[in-house]
């Protein structure tokens, strides 16, 4: 992923990094999956709602976004990305940075502390960075030494080196589901940065066409590290692919992707289709995981089960499945001094995204030692003391037809349609006339987490709710049971 900042929408990031152009709160176009035990499984995972993801590796020492300081982009988050003394000569730094497994020796990882942390915030599963663009693997794969259980990365002294296994079953015993995120392009891998050229931009670096041969050997490299994720690594419910540039592409679309321009730069210099077999890869993932949810990030057709919005929120309500993925600081790698968002704006995110009918998963980003900023627990904590109290209204539930009134409602409804939640962004004592309650037959209302003092009712007049002795600036839920 790239590094989140001022000034990135959606449909920069989109364009940049999967290059479909779609403006913000635009729809895409979902595909099915025609296999009915993915779509049982898509519903139970829309029950979720929330999610942890976790970005982490080597590149955690060195406060830098991940993978995409060695992408020869001229780009803000890419060659603009880099920090320290080599940052200006392109192949000093990217040999420095490809020796940072050397260092990495997280001696700190504590997964079951992180799963509890994510458990009592009220997180439903997880997904795990196993590799990122960067090649370097946090499982142990037998395809390449450049890994965490790799002789050259000390914390493979370790008893348990493979963090991959340590996470995911951590996270399981805790009764979240699990997830691997894992990066289709390779930047450490011959087969794709073949070093018999350089780099030009985050693509394949050769002609697929003129050395097909050297194309099927990446191929085969792939597939074979997703088998080892789905055979080796217990139960895993979601296969969270990225790098949405690597797929078969028309010839048209590779002579758009020319002349594309951003920040002054024509960042795209060897488009060209890069075609994985993905049909052959979902075939076999799921013949060792049934019911498999298969996540291919911004690549439209059925192997894209979910569609993910990337550090934004759809401006209206959505009709397919879909998760909002977004750092709960300001990077998705760990950055020593990183400021994280107020547990407020974290709810509130929330509450937007499962009214508008998705998921959300935040990014924590570990640190070089294994352990988290005391922030991100801070911020979990109060997160699932909100959710403690107004669970209800989120898990289990759906967009209901009518996602808002103005700024300041939002709404969820049971599946069953009998039970309608309305989230009061700003709750203040006094009456409130909702219109999109015209024609309901309301039996009962009630207010979560109610407190002494504390009342709702329904008023005199038609569609007319009112709040009496409300305590507290937080969001405030109120149930309507109909008949």
């Known amino acids: 992923m790239p590094r989140s900042g001022p000034g990135v929408t959606l449909s920069f990031l989109t364009v940049i990094n999967v290059s479909l152009c779609l403006a913000a709160g635009a729809q895409q176009q979902y595909f099915r999956d025609p296999d009915t035990l993915v779509q049982r499984k898509l519903e139970e995972w829309q029950d979720l709602k929330l999610g942890l993801l976790l970005h982490w590796g080597p590149y955690s020492q060195w406060s830098v976004v991940e993978s995409w300081s060695i992408c020869p982009e001229d780009l803000s988050w ?5 920090r320290g003394p080599l940052k200006d000569n392109y192949y000093e730094y990217k ?7 050397k260092t990495f020796n997280p001696s700190g990882l504590d997964p079951d502390k992180w799963a509890d942390a994510a458990r009592n915030a009220g997180m439903k599963y997880v997904i795990f960075t196993t590799k990122h663009h960067d090649g370097f693997c946090m499982f142990d794969t037998k395809t390449t030494g450049y890994k965490i259980t790799g002789a050259d990365c000390p914390y493979s002294k370790q008893d348990k080196a493979d963090a991959t296994a340590r996470i995911l079953d951590a996270f399981r015993k805790k009764g979240l589901k699990a997830g691997t995120y894992f990066s289709k392009p390779d930047w450490h891998c011959d087969y794709y940065w073949w070093e018999k050229f350089p780099p030009t931009d985050r693509n394949c670096n050769y002609s697929i066409a003129k050395y097909p041969d050297r194309w099927q050997q990446f191929k085969e490299f792939t597939s074979t590290q997703i088998d080892e994720l789905m055979s080796n690594y217990g139960r895993i419910d979601i296969l969270w692919l990225d790098g949405g540039w690597v797929r078969s592409k028309s010839a048209e679309e590779i002579r758009n992707e ?10 795209i210099r060897n488009p060209q289709s890069q075609d994985l077999d993905m049909a052959s890869i979902v075939s076999r993932a799921r013949a060792r995981q049934p019911g498999l949810i298969v996540v291919d990030r911004a690549v439209p057709g059925i192997y894209q089960n979910y569609l993910t919005p990337e550090n934004h929120i ?25 400021v994280y968002k107020p547990a407020s704006q974290l709810i509130l995110n929330l509450v937007d995204v499962v009214s508008k009918g998705g998921n959300l998963l935040l990014n924590i980003g570990p640190g070089p030692d294994g352990r988290w900023h005391d922030a991100a ?4 904590d109060s997160l699932g003391k909100w959710l403690h109290t107004n669970g209800e209204a989120v898990y289990g539930t759906r967009k209901w037809s009518v996602w808002h009134e103005g700024d300041d ?13 309305v989230f009061f962004l700003h709750a203040d004592n006094r009456p409130y006339m909702i219109h999109s309650f015209s024609g309901l037959s309301i039996r009962r209302v009630s207010l979560l987490g109610r407190q002494k003092k504390e009342s709702v009712r329904l ?3 038609k569609n007319e709710i009112v709040l009496q002795g409300l305590t507290g600036e937080d969001i405030r839920v109120i149930k309507i049971d109909l008949y």
């Open 78 to 82: 890419a060659t603009g990305g880099r």
């Open 95 to 101: 040999t420095a940075y490809e020796q940072l497994p």
């Open 258 to 267: 020319m002349y594309e321009e951003y920040e002054g730069s024509r960042w």
């Open 314 to 338: 759809p401006e209206e309500g959505l009709d397919y499945p879909w998760e909002t993925c977004m750092p709960m600081a300001t990077s998705w790698s760990y950055v020593e001094d990183d």
């Open 377 to 380: 627990y801070q911020k979990l």
């Open 409 to 421: 409602l939002r709404f969820t409804a049971s599946k069953d349609g009998k039970t309608l939640y």
């Open 459 to 461: 008023g005199r007049k």
